[in-house]
């Protein structure tokens, strides 16, 4: 198991800020592990979500928010349906990654790539156009010839569209990110 320092500063603005946008009690949890035990990524986080939990309760702002494992986690919520107080993890871990984009920590190399590519697609299409997403990843990282040997066992079955198709309600997300580009301008 990973030792981590925490200094002695406690942000408690910065756990009031997590409280109210999740609307989630951090004091709840206690740290059964739960969370991390059904996390499909616990081997690629740097900071496990049962330590992400704890940091936060501790008010480890900087330490939270500089973390890799926000921007690897799926939200796939195992985290959330194995907690025994009933804390919606996946969502504090929402929460801390709006968080760190809106305070400039953005990830790291490839991670933070791959998310600018798919909130760009999703901005453009008004949901994500994978093809798009894969030119816009590849040309950010130089990865041409990466999962290359995917292309002939995915195209013959007619899932892959080489043109954005037409959604209902593209004007609406677009919408989402004008506000979101507005308040994150203040």
């Known amino acids: ?12 603005d910065f756990v009031r800020e997590v ?7 951090l004091n709840l949890c206690y740290q059964c592990g739960k969370c991390t035990a059904g996390c499909p990524y ?3 986080y740097d900071i496990s979500v049962s330590q992400i ?8 702002k900087e330490k939270v928010l500089q973390s890799n494992s926000l921007w690897l986690c799926a939200t ?3 985290c959330t349906s194995r907690c025994p107080n009933e804390i919606d993890v996946a ?7 709006h968080m760190a984009r809106r305070e400039g920590y953005t990830g790291t190399g490839r991670v933070k790539t791959f998310w600018d590519s798919f ?3 999703v901005e453009k299409n008004g949901r994500v156009f994978e093809v798009g997403l894969l030119v816009n990843y590849i040309s950010h990282t130089g990865r041409f ?11 013959p079955k007619g899932k892959i569209h080489f043109k954005p198709t037409e959604m209902q309600g593209k004007k609406e997300v677009a919408k989402i990110f004008m506000r979101f580009n507005e308040e994150s301008a203040k």
Do not use: F
């Open 19 to 25: 409280e109210e946008e999740s609307g989630q009690k």
């Open 1 to 12: 198991m990973k030792v981590i320092n925490i200094n002695s500063s406690y942000d408690s």
């Open 76 to 78: 796939c919520e195992s």
């Open 53 to 60: 939990m704890r940091l936060t309760q501790a008010g480890q």
């Open 91 to 97: 969502l504090i871990m929402d929460v801390l990654r």
């Open 145 to 155: 010839w990466t999962d290359v040997d995917l292309g002939p066992k995915v195209l």
């Open 42 to 44: 616990t081997d690629e």
């Open 119 to 121: 909130l760009s697609s």
